[in-house]
């Protein structure tokens, strides 16, 4: 464990010492990075690290035994473990997109049974990442669908007991390692122009739940995103998300944060590390034929000027999306800046890792350095929820003034 934290209580600490010890963490994950890209490999060892020091509870409330990190506390320290393993902080992520969105929860008027399976969920949450550690799993896309809730074709039914659940998601991060699957369901009867879609939570050792390792692709190797099916899959009726059915797809369109806004700190992780990369190698590499580094080049320097007013703008929109989120959470202004947000690291990181490539210089594609997997890790941040092209076309319907709080206006 880290020495410097060990001794701090999760609910004692502050905003700033939670990215410093993601930041210490990162550093021995940047260590392991390249073994676990190369064999393609999950990182558990990285896992039992952000386990020992608490940080599965990082967005549970203090006053329920967690960190009580806000969406811009939380998307800063996303960055900094995304730093040293852009694998490790993808999946971190999956795991918080379960657990986070109860945290924002106002349910205090919510009186009678619906409040309390509500408040019983929750607490049976909590106490699974506090005490027992265990890790949540988002599972939503499927084959030629994607994450679009909509067009979903995973059904369940209800029986007097519970729940059974007959489907496939084929992009399922932490798939074989996390506890418990968060599954995206339509219900079996609904007929709606916007469909009944609920969360269920299915155990990892559920015998109708079968994992399939083919994760085997570009880049973030180390997330096993493989596809799960779920073949008459019974849950109890406790493991309905919240206790509430058919709300899935309005939450998504009111509160977009939690399946896009996750995904910027990752990527920005991404493209820090390759500036920070980028600017050290040419201040240690000559100019060829002489004892001047290749940072002394007035041309290399106004290129990397131009790329560090890139970052820079980049880290600025995902800062403000992620404190519009904290202060605003499913307002026009918030949900308008993540998008935005998204779509500009998720263009800026292929065309940084290009830049940096190429001043820095061939010798900068071997796989002993992290540069190349800086490149092939970034090329995927354009396909995350929401696509830079969805991103878009939300950027574009709110310039009209379309209330995007509609599932049917959204591309979900």
């Not at 952000?50 to 969406?71: E, T, W």
């Not at 309390?116 to 949450?125: E, G, P, R, T, Y």
């Not at 890139?310 to 600025?316: G, L, T, W």
């Not at 499913?330 to 190429?358: Q, Y």
Request: proline share 4%; glycine share 8%; net charge negative.
């Amino acid at each position: 464990m880290t020495q410097k934290y060990k001794e701090i209580a999760p609910t004692d600490m502050t905003s700033e010492q939670i990215i410093d010890l993601c930041s210490e963490l990162a550093v021995g994950f940047a260590k392991r990075a390249a073994k676990h890209d190369r064999e393609g490999s999950f990182p558990e060892e990285n896992f039992q690290e952000l386990k020992d020091h608490n940080l599965l509870c990082i967005m549970i409330p203090k006053d329920r035994g967690g960190m009580g990190a806000d969406f811009l506390t939380y998307t800063r320290a996303l960055e900094q473990i995304a730093k040293g393993d852009a694998s490790t902080g993808l999946t971190f992520n999956m795991h918080n997109i379960a657990v986070g969105s109860l945290a924002e929860l106002n349910i205090d008027g919510i009186g009678g049974s619906r409040g309390k399976k509500m408040n019983d969920f929750i607490d049976w949450v909590y106490d699974q990442a506090i005490t027992h550690k265990k890790l949540f799993a988002s599972a939503s896309s499927e084959p030629g669908i994607g994450a679009h809730l909509s067009k979903m074709k995973t059904l369940y039914h209800k029986t007097d007991e519970g729940f059974v659940i007959n489907g496939v998601k084929n992009w399922v991060s932490m798939a074989g390692y996390a506890d418990y699957y968060v599954v995206a369901a339509k219900k079996a009867d609904s007929t709606s122009d916007v469909p009944a879609i609920s969360y269920l939570i299915v155990e990892k050792e559920n015998p109708n739940a079968r994992v399939e390792f083919t994760w085997d692709v570009l880049g973030m190797r180390g997330t096993s995103t493989n596809p799960v099916y779920f073949e008459d899959c019974f849950v109890p009726k406790e493991s309905l998300f919240l206790g509430n059915e058919g709300m899935a797809l309005f939450k998504v369109a009111r509160e977009p944060h939690w399946l896009v806004g996750g995904y910027v700190g990752v990527y920005l992780g991404i493209c820090t590390a390759a500036f920070e990369f980028l600017t050290n190698y040419l201040k240690n590499r000559n100019i060829p034929g002489t004892d001047k580094p290749l940072a002394s080049d007035t041309r290399i320097q106004h290129k990397v000027g131009e790329l560090f007013v890139k970052v820079e703008s980049a880290r600025a929109s995902v800062y403000r999306a992620a404190k519009l989120v904290a202060e605003r959470p499913g307002s026009v202004e918030a949900n308008a800046a993540i998008h935005l947000s998204k779509f500009m690291v998720s263009e800026l990181g292929p065309s940084l890792t290009s830049d940096a490539i190429r001043l820095c210089g061939g010798s900068t594609i071997a796989k002993f350095m992290p540069l190349e997997r800086y490149y092939r890790e970034s090329r995927c941040g354009g396909l995350m929820p929401a696509t830079s092209d969805e991103c878009l076309l939300y950027l574009g319907k709110h310039s009209f003034g379309t209330d995007l709080t509609k599932p049917d206006e959204t591309y979900w």
